[in-house]
C-alpha cells in the first residue's frame, strides 16, 4: 500500500504562483509514475501534468506553458510549480500514482491523495 498526502493549496490572485507537494509513504519500491489531477464543481476530474521516473513529461492543454512537474524520486515526491493563475485553474488538485505508456500518463484507479483546494481570485 502507498498512501500520499498533498500540501501547498490555498488562496491565490490571478497572476500568482503556486506550489503543491505530494509525498507517498509505504511500498514505495512500486512507485513509477506520478501525476496531478484537478477537478472542479461540475466538471469531471482532469489531467493536470504526469511525470515517469526518468522524468519526461505529459501536460494537460489548458496548463502548457504555464505550469511545471518535477520529481525528487529519492524523498518519493512530486511538485507542481503553478504559474499565471487564472479563476478557471481554481479546484481541488489530486496526487495520483499512474502508468507511463505511449509516452503520456495515465492514472492508476487505486491511489489518490486527499486533495488539496487551490483557489484563485479574479
Known amino acids: 500500500q502507498v498512501r500520499l498526502v498533498e500540501s501547498g493549496g490555498g488562496l491565490v490572485p490571478a497572476g500568482g504562483s503556486l506550489t503543491l507537494s505530494c509525498t507517498a509513504s509505504?511500498?514505495?519500491?512500486?512507485?513509477?509514475?506520478m501525476g496531478w489531477y484537478r477537478q472542479a464543481p461540475g466538471k469531471q476530474r482532469e489531467l493536470v501534468a504526469g511525470i515517469n521516473r526518468g522524468g519526461n513529461t505529459d501536460y494537460g492543454d489548458s496548463v502548457k506553458g504555464r505550469f511545471t512537474i518535477s520529481r525528487d524520486n529519492a524523498k518519493n515526491t512530486v511538485y507542481l510549480q503553478m504559474n499565471s493563475l487564472k479563476p478557471e485553474d481554481t479546484a481541488v488538485y489530486f496526487c495520483n500514482l499512474g502508468m507511463w505508456y505511449s509516452r503520456s500518463y495515465h492514472p492508476r484507479d487505486d491511489y489518490w491523495g486527499q486533495g488539496t483546494q487551490v483557489t484563485v481570485s479574479s
Open positions: 509505504g511500498s514505495t519500491d512500486t512507485i513509477g509514475a
